[in-house]
């Protein structure tokens, strides 16, 4: 079994009989939120259950081909949130899938915060907020879809998971293990990634999907950063990029097109922190990575609002791109490379 016996005996008492749920994740869905919160969502169907999936904000259109987005009710919208409000006043279960502060819901957390209903975290961050009835906490996890999967395995109910389920799952697991190359890659993800390709997976419709399916705009955006806006610092063992809304709107970037641009950095020999800072209208949003033991989670949490893993975390800064660049360079002293 994977995880506690206790913790999958009182889930799977939960789910005996049909319930009323509803499924919520983080703000600015990526690939693992949509792909565990949707593998789940159908799972959760085929058991006789009736299925909300809410996101916080409109999930990136790089991401629309994932089975399922359709479904999903943006809290933004006025008549979605109507809805939502509605199947979270009425729900019995509320899942809370890859997140585990309540912050990282924003206005959606208020609705989530005052239901009744029995809330369950299935998530692989650290440090849980503890806000809900029930717990799946494991850091050694690279995924939430990962996570769902075993849960799965220990209901003993994989026979459930086809080729719809199987690709949402597989989607969540390599968007966040970089397909396989991060250092959250355990066997363990590489025995889940080998089972939902033996479901009907296609692996290399997943890879063309993510990795090979760019707008000219989103490309040429790339390279505008890599050649114009990457600064190297500390012995160029840190690089970042910081980009205005200006310059974005130039590229026409649309949600999410600017997923992975945080990584390429690390393709420069003696690369250890890469950060990349975006400016919005009433924030910066701002999306770190590392390698080996430094520990970005830890830089996130103390100085930007955020959080995540030792190797990639995200933040955010209330100040101006300029403040926000001075106090970055500012706290890289507290950084160990």
């Known amino acids: 079994m994977k995880f506690p016996q206790n913790h999958i005996e009182q889930l799977s008492k939960l789910l005996a009989e049909p319930k009323n749920i509803v499924i919520v994740t983080h703000r600015n869905p990526d690939g693992d939120a949509l792909g565990s919160s949707l593998g789940w969502k159908f799972f959760l169907e085929k058991k006789g259950h009736q299925i909300t999936f809410v996101t916080p904000n409109p999930?990136?259109?790089t991401l629309k081909w994932i089975p399922g987005t359709k479904y999903a009710l943006n809290y933004e919208g006025e008549a979605a949130r109507k809805t939502a409000n509605d199947k979270i006043k009425n729900g019995d279960i509320i899942f809370c899938l890859d997140f585990n502060a309540i912050s990282r819901l924003e206005t959606l957390g208020e609705a989530i915060s005052s239901s009744t209903a029995f809330k369950i975290i299935i998530d692989h961050h650290r440090q849980p907020e503890d806000?809900?009835?029930?717990?799946f906490s494991d850091i050694t996890y690279c995924s939430t879809s990962e996570m769902i999967y075993d849960i799965i395995l220990d209901f003993d109910e994989t026979d459930k998971i086809n080729r719809e389920i199987a690709e949402c799952l597989y989607t969540g697991l390599v968007m966040d293990n970089g397909f396989f190359q991060f250092s959250s890659t355990t066997p363990n993800a590489l025995r889940v990634g080998a089972e939902l390709v033996a479901k009907g997976v296609k692996p290399e419709y997943i890879s063309?999907?993510?990795?090979?399916?760019?707008?000219?705009n989103r490309l040429r955006y790339f390279g505008y950063c890599l050649h114009e806006k990457l600064k190297l610092v500390n012995g160029s063992q840190i690089a970042y990029m910081m980009l205005t809304q200006a310059e974005i709107k130039r590229f026409n970037l649309q949600s999410g097109e600017s997923e992975g641009l945080v990584n390429y950095p690390f393709k420069i020999d003696g690369v250890k922190v890469s950060a990349y800072f975006s400016e919005e209208a009433d924030r910066v949003k701002i999306s770190f990575r590392s390698r080996g033991q430094t520990d970005v989670n830890t830089f996130a949490r103390t100085y930007f609002e955020g959080g995540g893993h030792r190797n990639a975390a995200g933040g955010k800064s209330l100040l101006s791109l300029e403040a926000t660049e001075k106090k970055f360079l500012e706290a890289l002293s507290s950084l160990k490379l």
């Open 131 to 135: 806000f809900a009835n029930l717990t």
């Open 208 to 216: 063309e999907r993510v990795n090979n399916n760019f707008r000219e």
């Open 59 to 61: 999930y990136p259109a």
